[in-house]
Nanobody, 125 residues
Framework: QVQLVESGGGMVQAGDSLRLSCACSGRIFSNYAMGWFRQAPGKEREFLGVISRDSAITYYPDSVKGRFTISRENDKNTAYLQMNNLKPEDTAVYYC??????????????????WGQGTEVTVSS
C-alpha cells in the first residue's frame, strides 16, 4: 500500500502563489509516476499534470500550462505542485495520485493506483 498525504492548501488572494506538497509512505516513492488533480464543488475531477518517476517527463493540460509546475524529490518521498497567479476559479480540493505504470491517458483518474485525501485551496478575488 501507498499512503499519500497532501498539505499546503489554504486561503489566498487572486494573484498569489501556493505550493502544495504530497508526502508518500509505504512503498518506494521513486517507483511511481505522480499526478495532480483537483475537484471543485459540483464539477468532475480535473487533471492538472503528471511527472515521471525520475522527473524526466512532465505533462500538463493547456488549462494550467505555464502557471502550474509539478516537481518531486525522491530522496524526500515528496511531490509538489507549484501554482502561480492563482485565480478564483482555481478554488477546489487538490489531490495527488500515484501510478506504478506511466498512464497512457494521464488525465484519466482511473489510471492511478493510489490517492491522497486532498487539500483545500480557496482563492478570493
Amino acid at each position: 500500500q501507498v499512503q499519500l498525504v497532501e498539505s499546503g492548501g489554504g486561503m489566498v488572494q487572486a494573484g498569489d502563489s501556493l505550493r502544495l506538497s504530497c508526502a508518500c509512505s509505504g512503498r518506494i516513492f521513486s517507483n511511481y509516476a505522480m499526478g495532480w488533480f483537483r475537484q471543485a464543488p459540483g464539477k468532475e475531477r480535473e487533471f492538472l499534470g503528471v511527472i515521471s518517476r525520475d522527473s524526466a517527463i512532465t505533462y500538463y493540460p493547456d488549462s494550467v500550462k505555464g502557471r502550474f509546475t509539478i516537481s518531486r524529490e525522491n530522496d524526500k518521498n515528496t511531490a509538489y505542485l507549484q501554482m502561480n497567479n492563482l485565480k478564483p476559479e482555481d478554488t477546489a480540493v487538490y489531490y495527488c495520485a500515484a501510478a506504478y505504470y506511466w498512464p497512457d491517458r494521464s488525465d484519466y483518474p482511473e489510471n492511478y493506483d493510489y490517492w491522497g485525501q486532498g487539500t483545500e485551496v480557496t482563492v478570493s478575488s
